[in-house]
């Protein structure tokens, strides 16, 4: 089985004026001159140092992993003064094993950049690239044999459903990603046991008489769950729908006609900038219900992954955006 331990108090960070503080996650520098409409909010390099004491683990039987959910925009992870890593890119989740580089108290420091520069992208917009460690930092123990955590910062598990309204069913693959042999793999009481080849399995499922996913009247969301032999084990939530665009008659959501009404919406809170909690997540969403949306574009980057939630909890549908071409 896997366990998360959440690093997000007692950092120092150490800002543009040099002057170090006392912070806790999530963070950013820019929350008030990222703000202010100026559009010469501080651009560069801050510093965020804490310690921890090492998890309880088996080092011959788990391994321990750190995880990064968001860093704006280039990070360097030093570990007790080693760098462990290097990641470019303010929106995705990145991950470093750090088993064997572990004491028994730890110094982890994270040196974070939004400068300007030609390697990261976006590299320029109308929103603010506000720096910091945005998103959650955790530690996550798992067997030696798991999920894998270093494939693209995935959880290691995908749904695909296709809907056949006529029939009324579902086709679903399941694909998963690890350093297993075989993959157990269960859906709506439906169990199949495959093969792991080269660090990759899928199983195929067929639901019938499928609870459709049905927009904000009725946002039905089935469990997939994959596990090991070694007991780690994960699982995704996902819907089933079918959903197409007609040149005529707009946004077709299982079988019917589904205007799409809605906005757009930032990771962005007034005095706060990127560094959103949960709670500020489901404010959001909040207002977006009582507008009375049911679809949203996610501007301009990946969100978090609690939003993403949010939405298909919700029946928001996410980021439609399409040309249609005719032939007249």
Known sequence: MRSTTKLMK?????GPDGKTAAVNLPHTW?????????????????TYTTQFAA?????????VWLQFEGVNASARVTLNGQEIMRHDGGYSTFRAEVTGLLAEENELTVAVDNSKNDRVYPQKADFTFYGGLY???????????????????????KVTPIVNLET?????????????????VT?????????????????????????????????????????????????????????????????ILNGRSYPLRG???????????????????????????????????????QHAQEFYDLCDENGIIQGVKAKVYSDT
């Open 30 to 46: 820019n929350n008030i001159d990222g703000q202010d409409g100026g559009n010469d909010y501080w651009r560069g390099t801050c």
């Open 168 to 184: 009324k069913s579902a086709a679903l693959t399941v694909e998963t990603w690890q350093n297993g042999e075989e993959v157990t």
């Open 135 to 157: 998103r959650d930092v955790n530690l996550i123990i798992v067997p030696a044999s798991h999920f894998e955590l270093g494939y693209c910062g995935t959880s290691g598990i």
């Open 55 to 63: 998890p309880a683990y088996d080092a011959e039987t788990q391994q």
């Open 263 to 301: 906005g757009a919406r930032h990771q962005d809170c007034k005095g706060v900038g990127n560094a959103l909690t949960r709670e500020h997540h489901k404010q959001d969403m909040e207002i977006i219900r009582e507008l009375g949306a049911n679809t949203l574009r996610l501007a301009h980057y």
């Open 10 to 14: 007692n950092w120092q960070f150490t």
């Open 187 to 251: 859906v709506d009481g439906q169990s199949k046991t495959v093969p792991s080849v080269d660090g990759y399995a899928k199983a195929e499922f067929t639901i019938e008489n499928v609870h459709l996913w049905d927009g904000v009247d009725d946002p039905y969301l089935y469990t997939a769950t994959a596990t090991l032999p070694s007991g780690d084990r994960v699982s995704t939530r996902f819907g089933c729908r079918n959903y197409k665009i007609d040149p005529q008659k707009g946004f």
